[in-house]
């Protein structure tokens, strides 16, 4: 029974940075390969960055590279997302999701179809105000 719980959301001025966390519980996290989605109102879910299992590899939609950044900690079964020079169309839920059947080696094995994880967080709400 896989459990991952987001937070560190909230209200942030443009400009601005806000750490996400995504902690996983009753499963061996070090064998999920981990992806950030985000879904903004009105708009469908997402692709936003992902991390291999190991934490060698990252990936990131093209207008957040540079800004986001996802590490890991398997110690602490976490996985986080450091947004910074956070803009207003940077708004939405975000939610971190698991993939235990691949590891991601190469930026094709990173599935941008929300449908291909397979445990979702309930998501965080990150706003930012212009």
């Known amino acids: 029974q896989v459990q991952l719980v987001e937070s560190g959301g909230g209200l942030v001025q443009a400009g601005g940075s806000l750490r996400l966390s995504c902690a996983a519980s009753g499963g061996s996290f070090s064998s999920f390969a981990m992806s950030w989605f985000r879904q903004a109102p009105g708009k469908e879910r997402e692709f936003v960055a992902a991390i291999s299992r190991n934490g060698g590899k990252t990936y990131y939609e093209d207008s957040v590279k540079g800004r986001f950044t996802v590490s890991r900690d398997n110690a602490k079964n976490t996985v986080y997302l450091q947004m910074s020079r956070l803009k207003p169309e940077d708004a939405a839920v975000y939610y971190c999701?698991?993939?235990?059947?691949?590891?991601?080696?190469?930026?094709?094995?990173?599935?941008?179809?929300?449908?291909?994880?397979?445990?979702w967080g309930q998501g965080t709400q990150v706003t930012v105000s212009s």
């Open positions: 999701a698991a993939d235990a059947l691949w590891d991601y080696s190469s930026d094709n094995d990173v599935p941008r179809d929300p449908t291909k994880y397979d445990y």
